[in-house]
């Protein structure tokens, strides 16, 4: 079947440190995109790829990074320049004919 | 710019109650307009979406029908059950944009009580 698989679901990383978070589809879509939910709130974009070797920041990108080297990859960093990176993280892909379809997401935990 | 405003949750009602959750939107040229749905710590799954006036987009009993002339795609069931309780998000794409990048509401929770 196919989908979009982000891994891990629960990941727990010491202040300071790098991390970065997977995002992997087969639905060979072109654009993938990267979201942060705070609790009790909407979605909010970091970054976002609408062609291999290419992405654009979105409104809160300041503190991450991402790479778009493969269609079927879009791996977010978290960088330790990101004040408050406690969330989760929702990655989502679309195709031609739109319609995104989402990852179940990664909670991180910043301890 | 283009947005998306829904009604603010908690919206708390008993089983088999009507459910309104209403979305407006502001947008240029000709957006699609969806709607998502989040079950409690997993990601967005599309419930249903309408693609330009006067449609009506239908899934699992809920149903939206886009107004151009309210700018609204309110959505609605009949009779809800304590299996929809989530967060449901209203979107837009704006295909003038030439992107696939979509526009979010914030997120109207439901909470229905058996």
């Known amino acids: 079947d196919g989908g979009i698989t982000q891994s891990p679901k629960y990941l727990f990383r010491k202040e300071g440190q790098n991390v970065t978070l997977s995002c992997e589809q087969n639905?060979?879509?072109?654009?993938m995109y990267w979201y942060r939910q705070d609790p009790g709130q909407g979605l909010r974009l970091i970054y976002y790829?609408?062609?291999?070797?290419?992405?654009q920041k979105g409104d809160i990108a300041e503190g991450y990074s991402v790479s778009r080297e493969k269609k079927e990859s879009f791996p977010l960093t978290v960088t330790s320049a990101q004040k408050n990176p406690t969330a989760f993280y929702l990655c989502?892909?679309?195709?031609?004919?739109?319609?995104?379809?989402f990852g179940s997401g990664t909670r991180l935990t910043i301890v | 710019g283009n947005s998306v405003t829904q009604m603010e949750g908690p919206v708390t009602l008993s089983e088999e109650a009507f459910l309104t959750i209403n979305c407006t939107y502001t947008?240029?040229?000709?957006?699609?307009l969806f709607w998502y749905v989040q079950y409690p710590g997993e990601g967005l799954q599309l419930l249903l979406k309408?693609?330009?006036?006067?449609d009506k987009g239908s899934n699992k009993g809920f149903e939206a029908t886009y107004r151009k002339e309210t700018t609204s795609f309110h959505l609605e069931k009949g009779s809800v059950q304590v299996s929809d309780s989530a967060v449901y998000f209203c979107?837009?794409?704006?295909?003038?944009?030439?992107?696939?990048?979509?526009?979010f509401g914030t997120g109207t929770r439901l909470k229905v009580l058996a």
């Open positions: 989502a892909s679309s195709g031609i004919n739109y319609g995104y379809t």
């Open positions: 639905l060979n879509h072109d654009a």
């Open positions: 790829s609408q062609i291999v070797n290419d992405f």
């Open positions: 947008a240029t040229g000709y957006p699609s």
């Open positions: 309408a693609t330009k006036a006067d």
């Open positions: 979107a837009l794409s704006d295909q003038d944009a030439g992107t696939y990048k979509y526009i």
